[in-house]
């Protein structure tokens, strides 16, 4: 079975500081692929990144980096020098193809408040 | 343009009316979604549409009744809805038909409520 596992149900932190969200996956496919989404109070949820599972490199976009081990099977993301706008929900997905059957699943989330 | 458009923003509905969630995409995307999202939970996947087909029903109840008129459009029928059936309604839309893993776009979802 699939799992995305996000522990840190809420994270607070002090603009411009730091901040590392992790995420943690089980799956048995051999070609999956992940997600990071982001969901301000508007609601929409904005993508972020795609990685798919033989694509270990670690990817930069400005404040966002993301560190994916297939290892310990994590697809961490770090914002750097944090802001008040990055305050959201933020979503860790997997999809996967098993069996002709598809899934998308959604880790459970964590709240990032940046605070002024 | 990865722009997906959602109306109304906002619905307030009693249990007996019909109503419906209209949601529309202009990328050219194959494959169209609903996704129900209580407060403080994970978007859970409801319909998926591939090619103007649906090929995907999380067994959801016959309350919700999904359609999709042409390539660009997907709506969300609803009749005889329970309270409990309040929540942020999402569509995504992507590239590819179901059964892929590509990356699903999100409009801004319509916020339901059921008295």
């Known amino acids: 079975a699939q799992k995305v596992t996000q522990a840190q149900t809420e994270i607070s932190v002090v603009e411009k500081e730091d901040v590392t969200l992790d995420c943690v996956y089980e799956?048995?496919?051999?070609?999956?692929?992940l997600f990071w989404y982001k969901q301000p109070p508007s609601g929409e949820l904005v993508f972020l990144i795609r990685?798919?599972?033989?694509?270990?490199q670690n990817e930069i976009s400005g404040r966002y980096s993301w560190n994916f081990q297939k290892s310990t099977s994590s697809f961490n993301f770090t914002i750097t020098a944090s802001q008040v706008v990055d305050s959201a929900v933020y979503f860790c997905?997997?999809?996967?193809?098993?069996?002709?059957?598809?899934?998308?699943?959604f880790g459970t989330g964590t709240r990032l408040k940046v605070l002024a | 343009d990865t722009e997906v458009t959602q109306t109304p923003k906002h619905l307030v509905m009693g249990m007996t009316n019909k109503k419906s969630l209209k949601c529309e995409q202009h990328?050219?995307?194959?494959?169209m979604y609903w996704y129900k999202q209580k407060a403080k939970k994970p978007p859970e996947l409801m319909f998926v549409?591939?090619?103007?087909?649906?090929?995907i029903n999380e067994s959801v109840p016959s309350r919700f009744s999904p359609e999709c008129p042409n390539s660009s459009l997907l709506n969300l029928h609803l009749h005889a809805l329970q309270p409990e059936d309040s929540a942020l309604y999402l569509c995504?839309?992507?590239?590819?038909?179901?059964?892929?893993?590509?990356?699903?776009?999100f409009g801004p979802g319509t916020r339901l409520t059921v008295l």
């Open positions: 990328m050219g995307h194959r494959a």
């Open positions: 997905a997997l999809s996967a193809i098993t069996s002709g059957t598809y899934k998308y699943i």
């Open positions: 995504a839309s992507s590239q590819e038909g179901s059964g892929s893993t590509d990356t699903q776009y």
């Open positions: 549409y591939s090619y103007e087909k649906l090929s």
């Open positions: 799956t048995r496919d051999t070609t999956y692929y």
């Open positions: 990685r798919n599972s033989f694509d270990e």
